[in-house]
Protein backbone atom coordinates (compact mmCIF):
# COMPACT_ATOMS: atom_id res chain seq x y z
CA UNK A 1 0.00 0.00 0.00
CA UNK A 2 2.15 2.98 -1.26
CA UNK A 3 0.64 5.16 1.14
CA UNK A 4 1.80 3.52 4.67
CA UNK A 5 5.12 3.28 2.47
CA UNK A 6 8.22 4.51 5.15
CA UNK A 7 8.88 8.28 4.06
CA UNK A 8 12.38 9.66 4.13
CA UNK A 9 13.23 11.34 7.47
CA UNK A 10 12.07 15.20 6.95
CA UNK A 11 14.93 17.01 8.49
CA UNK A 12 15.03 20.52 9.90
CA UNK A 13 18.48 21.73 8.43
CA UNK A 14 20.15 25.24 8.49
CA UNK A 15 21.04 26.22 5.21
CA UNK A 16 20.23 25.13 1.63
CA UNK A 17 23.67 23.97 1.13
CA UNK A 18 22.87 21.29 4.00
CA UNK A 19 19.71 20.21 2.23
CA UNK A 20 21.40 19.92 -1.02
CA UNK A 21 24.55 17.60 1.54
CA UNK A 22 21.51 15.10 2.52
CA UNK A 23 20.12 15.06 -0.90
CA UNK A 24 23.38 14.04 -2.07
CA UNK A 25 24.13 11.47 1.06
CA UNK A 26 20.35 9.71 -0.11
CA UNK A 27 21.30 9.50 -3.19
CA UNK A 28 25.15 7.95 -2.66
CA UNK A 29 23.51 5.47 -0.05
CA UNK A 30 20.95 4.27 -2.42
CA UNK A 31 23.22 3.97 -5.38
CA UNK A 32 26.48 2.51 -3.60
CA UNK A 33 25.45 1.48 -0.08
CA UNK A 34 22.51 -0.32 0.52
CA UNK A 35 22.18 -2.35 -2.71
CA UNK A 36 25.05 -4.44 -1.13
CA UNK A 37 24.59 -4.09 2.39
CA UNK A 38 22.99 -7.30 3.07
CA UNK A 39 25.60 -9.30 1.05
CA UNK A 40 28.64 -7.59 2.24
CA UNK A 41 28.00 -7.53 5.85
CA UNK A 42 27.28 -11.29 5.88
CA UNK A 43 30.38 -11.84 3.88
CA UNK A 44 32.41 -9.19 6.12
CA UNK A 45 33.67 -7.11 3.66
CA UNK A 46 34.43 -3.85 4.54
CA UNK A 47 33.80 -1.57 1.41
CA UNK A 48 36.51 0.90 1.25
CA UNK A 49 35.78 1.62 -2.61
CA UNK A 50 32.81 3.68 -0.98
CA UNK A 51 34.67 5.50 1.50
CA UNK A 52 37.06 6.75 -1.59
CA UNK A 53 34.07 7.82 -2.97
CA UNK A 54 32.40 9.81 0.48
CA UNK A 55 36.49 11.34 0.36
CA UNK A 56 36.19 12.07 -2.99
CA UNK A 57 32.52 13.73 -2.36
CA UNK A 58 33.91 16.00 0.60
CA UNK A 59 32.11 13.92 3.48
CA UNK A 60 34.99 12.91 5.57
CA UNK A 61 36.26 16.01 6.99
CA UNK A 62 32.48 17.62 7.11
CA UNK A 63 33.02 18.47 10.52
CA UNK A 64 36.23 20.45 10.07
CA UNK A 65 37.86 23.78 8.78
CA UNK A 66 37.68 24.24 4.80
CA UNK A 67 41.13 25.95 5.20
CA UNK A 68 42.25 22.52 5.52
CA UNK A 69 40.30 20.07 3.15
CA UNK A 70 37.17 19.78 5.77
CA UNK A 71 33.45 20.76 4.87
CA UNK A 72 33.04 23.10 7.53
CA UNK A 73 29.90 22.15 8.53
CA UNK A 74 28.08 22.29 12.13
CA UNK A 75 27.50 19.49 14.09
CA UNK A 76 23.88 19.05 13.91
CA UNK A 77 24.17 18.85 10.13
CA UNK A 78 27.02 16.24 9.69
CA UNK A 79 25.37 14.30 12.77
CA UNK A 80 22.46 14.02 10.19
CA UNK A 81 24.77 12.93 7.36
CA UNK A 82 25.74 9.85 9.74
CA UNK A 83 22.41 9.19 10.28
CA UNK A 84 21.79 8.77 6.97
CA UNK A 85 24.83 6.70 6.14
CA UNK A 86 23.99 4.51 9.53
CA UNK A 87 20.78 3.86 7.79
CA UNK A 88 22.19 2.86 4.60
CA UNK A 89 24.53 0.55 6.15
CA UNK A 90 25.93 0.83 9.86
CA UNK A 91 29.73 -0.22 8.69
CA UNK A 92 29.85 3.07 6.44
CA UNK A 93 28.39 5.37 9.45
CA UNK A 94 30.36 3.74 11.59
CA UNK A 95 33.44 3.91 10.11
CA UNK A 96 33.34 7.94 9.12
CA UNK A 97 31.88 8.65 12.60
CA UNK A 98 35.27 6.68 13.68
CA UNK A 99 37.64 8.51 10.62
CA UNK A 100 36.44 11.72 12.50
CA UNK A 101 37.22 11.15 15.99
CA UNK A 102 40.61 9.85 14.68
CA UNK A 103 41.14 13.24 12.53
CA UNK A 104 39.50 15.32 15.82
CA UNK A 105 43.61 15.48 17.80
CA UNK A 106 44.78 17.08 15.29
CA UNK A 107 42.19 19.40 13.86
CA UNK A 108 41.72 20.72 17.31
CA UNK A 109 44.82 20.29 19.29
CA UNK A 110 47.70 20.42 16.59
CA UNK A 111 50.07 23.10 15.53
CA UNK A 112 49.18 25.02 12.21
CA UNK A 113 52.43 23.49 10.51
CA UNK A 114 50.62 19.93 11.25
CA UNK A 115 47.18 20.74 10.57
CA UNK A 116 48.33 22.31 7.32
CA UNK A 117 50.73 19.09 6.30
CA UNK A 118 48.78 16.67 7.79
CA UNK A 119 45.03 17.49 7.67
CA UNK A 120 44.32 17.97 3.79
CA UNK A 121 44.97 14.25 3.41
CA UNK A 122 43.09 12.90 6.29
CA UNK A 123 40.25 14.98 5.55
CA UNK A 124 39.85 14.37 1.83
CA UNK A 125 42.81 12.60 0.10
CA UNK A 126 40.99 9.31 0.64
CA UNK A 127 43.25 8.17 3.82
CA UNK A 128 41.24 6.47 6.64
CA UNK A 129 41.66 6.54 10.27
CA UNK A 130 41.67 4.68 13.62
CA UNK A 131 41.49 5.78 16.70
CA UNK A 132 43.47 4.05 19.03
CA UNK A 133 42.68 4.89 23.33
CA UNK A 134 41.86 0.99 24.70
CA UNK A 135 43.66 -1.70 25.82
CA UNK A 136 43.41 -5.12 26.39
CA UNK A 137 43.37 -4.46 30.29
CA UNK A 138 42.05 -1.20 29.76
CA UNK A 139 39.07 -0.13 28.27
CA UNK A 140 36.63 1.55 30.98
CA UNK A 141 39.75 2.91 32.58
CA UNK A 142 41.19 4.35 30.24
CA UNK A 143 43.54 6.24 31.92
CA UNK A 144 45.26 3.37 33.09
CA UNK A 145 46.79 2.45 29.24
CA UNK A 146 50.21 0.82 29.42
CA UNK A 147 51.49 1.63 25.97
CA UNK A 148 54.60 3.83 26.43
CA UNK A 149 56.17 6.34 24.37
CA UNK A 150 59.93 6.71 25.37
CA UNK A 151 61.99 9.56 24.34
CA UNK A 152 64.81 9.23 21.84
CA UNK A 153 66.49 12.20 20.40
CA UNK A 154 63.74 13.97 18.47
CA UNK A 155 61.95 10.66 17.78
CA UNK A 156 59.23 8.91 20.25
CA UNK A 157 59.85 4.93 20.33
CA UNK A 158 56.30 3.46 21.25
CA UNK A 159 55.40 0.08 22.44
CA UNK A 160 52.22 -1.49 23.66
CA UNK A 161 49.06 -3.09 22.19
CA UNK A 162 45.83 -1.36 21.81
CA UNK A 163 42.27 -3.35 21.74
CA UNK A 164 39.18 -2.70 19.94
CA UNK A 165 40.61 -0.57 16.90
CA UNK A 166 37.60 0.29 14.24
CA UNK A 167 39.50 0.10 11.03
CA UNK A 168 42.17 -2.02 12.83
CA UNK A 169 44.83 -3.33 9.83
CA UNK A 170 43.47 -0.84 7.54
CA UNK A 171 43.90 2.32 8.66
CA UNK A 172 46.13 4.93 6.65
CA UNK A 173 46.68 6.39 10.55
CA UNK A 174 46.32 6.09 13.91
CA UNK A 175 45.60 8.52 16.66
CA UNK A 176 47.69 6.75 19.12
CA UNK A 177 47.43 7.86 22.68
CA UNK A 178 50.77 6.70 25.04
CA UNK A 179 52.22 6.71 28.21
CA UNK A 180 55.43 9.46 28.47
CA UNK A 181 54.98 9.95 32.42
CA UNK A 182 53.75 8.57 35.79
CA UNK A 183 50.87 6.56 36.15
CA UNK A 184 47.57 8.54 35.90
CA UNK A 185 45.70 10.02 33.53
CA UNK A 186 48.67 12.95 33.13
CA UNK A 187 51.12 10.79 31.87
CA UNK A 188 49.53 10.05 28.54
CA UNK A 189 50.40 11.86 24.99
CA UNK A 190 48.79 12.07 21.79
CA UNK A 191 50.93 10.57 18.74
CA UNK A 192 49.96 10.68 14.75
CA UNK A 193 51.10 7.64 13.32
CA UNK A 194 51.44 6.61 9.84
CA UNK A 195 49.50 3.36 9.11
CA UNK A 196 52.28 2.17 7.17
CA UNK A 197 55.06 2.83 9.66
CA UNK A 198 57.53 0.27 10.89
CA UNK A 199 56.50 -2.22 13.64
CA UNK A 200 53.04 -1.41 13.68
CA UNK A 201 50.98 -4.18 12.89
CA UNK A 202 47.12 -5.64 13.57
CA UNK A 203 46.08 -8.65 14.89
CA UNK A 204 43.01 -10.77 12.79
CA UNK A 205 40.20 -9.23 12.96
CA UNK A 206 37.70 -10.13 16.15
CA UNK A 207 34.72 -11.96 15.31
CA UNK A 208 31.80 -10.15 16.01
CA UNK A 209 28.16 -10.58 16.61
CA UNK A 210 27.26 -8.28 13.98
CA UNK A 211 28.84 -5.06 12.33
CA UNK A 212 30.99 -7.64 10.51
CA UNK A 213 31.72 -5.66 7.49
CA UNK A 214 33.94 -3.33 10.12
CA UNK A 215 37.21 -4.93 10.89
CA UNK A 216 37.98 -4.50 14.68
CA UNK A 217 41.19 -5.94 15.81
CA UNK A 218 44.20 -5.48 18.22
CA UNK A 219 47.06 -3.06 16.94
CA UNK A 220 50.43 -3.51 18.10
CA UNK A 221 53.55 -1.73 18.13
CA UNK A 222 56.84 -3.06 18.63
CA UNK A 223 58.98 -0.65 18.91
CA UNK A 224 57.12 2.20 16.52
CA UNK A 225 59.12 5.32 16.18
CA UNK A 226 57.27 8.40 15.03
CA UNK A 227 59.32 12.11 15.03
CA UNK A 228 58.36 14.44 17.92
CA UNK A 229 56.78 17.00 15.23
CA UNK A 230 54.08 14.10 15.24
CA UNK A 231 53.70 14.49 18.98
CA UNK A 232 49.78 16.13 19.29
CA UNK A 233 49.55 18.87 22.17
CA UNK A 234 52.01 18.97 24.83
CA UNK A 235 53.71 16.17 26.40
CA UNK A 236 50.71 14.88 29.32
CA UNK A 237 48.00 16.52 27.64
CA UNK A 238 46.82 13.03 25.93
CA UNK A 239 44.37 12.15 28.44
CA UNK A 240 42.46 15.74 27.81
CA UNK A 241 42.98 15.07 24.18
CA UNK A 242 41.20 12.00 24.35
CA UNK A 243 38.30 12.78 26.52
CA UNK A 244 37.34 15.92 24.71
CA UNK A 245 37.28 13.79 21.04
CA UNK A 246 35.15 11.46 22.80
CA UNK A 247 32.60 13.82 23.57
CA UNK A 248 32.10 14.88 19.92
CA UNK A 249 32.50 10.55 19.02
CA UNK A 250 29.61 10.06 21.67
CA UNK A 251 27.39 12.03 19.68
CA UNK A 252 28.42 10.38 16.13
CA UNK A 253 27.56 7.34 18.26
CA UNK A 254 24.13 8.47 18.89
CA UNK A 255 23.09 9.44 15.55
CA UNK A 256 24.35 6.24 14.17
CA UNK A 257 21.88 4.35 16.63
CA UNK A 258 18.98 6.54 15.30
CA UNK A 259 19.92 5.51 12.07
CA UNK A 260 19.76 1.68 12.48
CA UNK A 261 16.71 2.28 14.50
CA UNK A 262 15.53 4.64 12.03
CA UNK A 263 16.12 1.96 9.26
CA UNK A 264 14.69 -0.52 11.76
CA UNK A 265 10.97 1.34 12.17
CA UNK A 266 11.01 1.76 8.09
CA UNK A 267 11.07 -2.33 7.88
CA UNK A 268 9.05 -2.90 10.44
CA UNK A 269 6.41 -0.48 8.96
CA UNK A 270 7.05 -1.04 5.18
CA UNK A 271 5.94 -5.21 6.22
CA UNK A 272 3.31 -4.46 8.70
CA UNK A 273 1.63 -2.76 5.49
CA UNK A 274 2.68 -5.76 3.17
CA UNK A 275 1.72 -8.48 5.51
CA UNK A 276 -2.14 -9.65 5.77
CA UNK A 277 -3.72 -12.18 8.12
CA UNK A 278 -7.41 -12.87 8.98
CA UNK A 279 -8.43 -10.43 6.46
CA UNK A 280 -6.44 -7.52 6.55
CA UNK A 281 -3.08 -6.50 7.16
CA UNK A 282 -1.50 -6.58 10.31
CA UNK A 283 -0.46 -2.67 10.60
CA UNK A 284 -4.56 -2.31 11.02
CA UNK A 285 -4.18 -4.39 14.59
CA UNK A 286 -4.28 -1.84 17.56
CA UNK A 287 -1.76 -3.47 19.19
CA UNK A 288 1.00 -3.53 16.58
CA UNK A 289 0.33 0.15 15.74
CA UNK A 290 0.88 1.45 19.56
CA UNK A 291 4.15 -0.86 18.96
CA UNK A 292 5.05 1.24 15.76
CA UNK A 293 4.04 4.60 17.52
CA UNK A 294 6.19 3.49 20.32
CA UNK A 295 9.24 2.73 17.91
CA UNK A 296 8.73 6.25 16.25
CA UNK A 297 8.47 8.23 19.01
CA UNK A 298 11.20 7.17 20.95
CA UNK A 299 13.58 7.98 17.46
CA UNK A 300 12.06 11.33 17.61
CA UNK A 301 13.61 11.80 20.92
CA UNK A 302 16.70 10.63 20.62
CA UNK A 303 16.84 12.35 17.60
CA UNK A 304 15.97 15.90 19.42
CA UNK A 305 18.48 14.81 22.18
CA UNK A 306 21.71 14.73 20.07
CA UNK A 307 20.20 17.79 18.18
CA UNK A 308 20.21 19.78 21.16
CA UNK A 309 23.99 18.65 21.99
CA UNK A 310 25.11 19.18 18.73
CA UNK A 311 23.94 23.20 18.81
CA UNK A 312 25.43 23.54 22.45
CA UNK A 313 28.87 22.12 20.79
CA UNK A 314 27.86 24.57 17.36
CA UNK A 315 27.20 27.47 20.05
CA UNK A 316 30.60 26.69 21.45
CA UNK A 317 29.03 25.92 25.13
CA UNK A 318 29.81 23.09 27.22
CA UNK A 319 27.75 19.68 26.15
CA UNK A 320 29.41 16.73 28.11
CA UNK A 321 26.53 15.99 30.02
CA UNK A 322 24.47 16.06 26.96
CA UNK A 323 26.37 14.13 24.56
CA UNK A 324 26.34 11.04 27.51
CA UNK A 325 22.47 11.69 27.39
CA UNK A 326 22.35 11.47 23.87
CA UNK A 327 25.07 7.84 23.63
CA UNK A 328 23.18 6.55 26.45
CA UNK A 329 19.22 7.43 25.29
CA UNK A 330 20.18 6.98 21.44
CA UNK A 331 21.91 3.34 22.08
CA UNK A 332 19.47 1.90 24.50
CA UNK A 333 16.38 3.14 22.02
CA UNK A 334 18.10 1.23 18.71
CA UNK A 335 18.12 -2.06 21.13
CA UNK A 336 14.90 -1.15 22.24
CA UNK A 337 13.40 -0.20 18.40
CA UNK A 338 15.43 -3.09 16.54
CA UNK A 339 14.04 -5.45 19.15
CA UNK A 340 10.90 -4.65 18.59
CA UNK A 341 10.89 -4.82 14.84
CA UNK A 342 12.03 -8.51 14.81
CA UNK A 343 8.70 -8.75 16.88
CA UNK A 344 6.51 -7.10 14.09
CA UNK A 345 8.23 -9.52 11.27
CA UNK A 346 7.41 -12.53 13.73
CA UNK A 347 9.15 -15.61 12.34
CA UNK A 348 10.58 -13.49 9.33
CA UNK A 349 12.10 -11.25 11.26
CA UNK A 350 14.21 -14.08 13.09
CA UNK A 351 15.65 -14.97 9.54
CA UNK A 352 18.87 -13.18 7.81
CA UNK A 353 15.95 -12.94 4.85
CA UNK A 354 14.92 -9.68 6.30
CA UNK A 355 17.58 -6.87 7.71
CA UNK A 356 15.45 -6.91 10.86
CA UNK A 357 18.04 -9.28 12.41
CA UNK A 358 20.96 -7.82 11.13
CA UNK A 359 20.48 -4.44 12.83
CA UNK A 360 19.33 -5.96 16.02
CA UNK A 361 22.70 -7.36 16.33
CA UNK A 362 24.12 -4.31 15.75
CA UNK A 363 22.55 -1.61 18.07
CA UNK A 364 23.96 -4.39 20.80
CA UNK A 365 27.56 -2.97 19.84
CA UNK A 366 26.33 0.55 19.83
CA UNK A 367 25.76 0.40 24.26
CA UNK A 368 29.14 -1.02 24.19
CA UNK A 369 31.44 1.08 22.12
CA UNK A 370 33.37 4.93 22.93
CA UNK A 371 32.09 4.17 26.30
CA UNK A 372 29.46 1.75 27.86
CA UNK A 373 26.33 2.65 28.79
CA UNK A 374 27.32 2.02 32.29
CA UNK A 375 30.26 4.74 31.49
CA UNK A 376 27.44 7.24 30.09
CA UNK A 377 25.65 6.95 33.48
CA UNK A 378 28.31 7.55 35.54
CA UNK A 379 29.54 10.57 33.27
CA UNK A 380 25.95 11.99 33.84
CA UNK A 381 25.78 11.43 37.50
CA UNK A 382 29.68 13.04 37.90
CA UNK A 383 27.40 16.80 36.19
CA UNK A 384 24.43 16.34 38.58
CA UNK A 385 25.88 15.49 41.64
CA UNK A 386 29.62 15.81 41.25
CA UNK A 387 32.51 13.18 41.78
CA UNK A 388 32.19 10.15 43.77
CA UNK A 389 34.32 9.98 47.45
CA UNK A 390 37.74 8.25 47.35
Known sequence: MPDRAPQPVDRQLPTDEARDLISLVRDIAQREI??????EEDAGRFPREVFTLLSESGLLGLPYDAEF?????????????????????????LGVSVHSLASYAL????????????????????????????????????ASLRTKAVRDGDDWVITGTKAWITHGGIADFCTVMARTGPEGPRGITAFLVPGDAEGLSAAVPEKKMGLKGSPTAQ??????????????????????????????????????????????????????AERRQFGKPIADFQGLRFMLADMA???????????????????????????????????DTAMRVTTDAVQ????????????????????????IVEGTNQIQRMVIARHLAGPEER
Open 344 to 367: VLGGYGYTADFPAERYMREAKVLQ
Open 297 to 331: TQIEAGRALYLAAARLRDAGLPFAKQAAMAKLHCT
Open 34 to 39: VPSAAE
Open 69 to 93: GGGEQPYEVYLQVLEELAAARLTVG
Open 219 to 272: VHLDGVRVPDARRIGDEGQGFAIALSALDSGRLGIAACAIGVAQAALDEAVSYA
Open 107 to 142: AAYGTKEQQAEYLPAMLGGGLLGAYCLSEPASGSDA
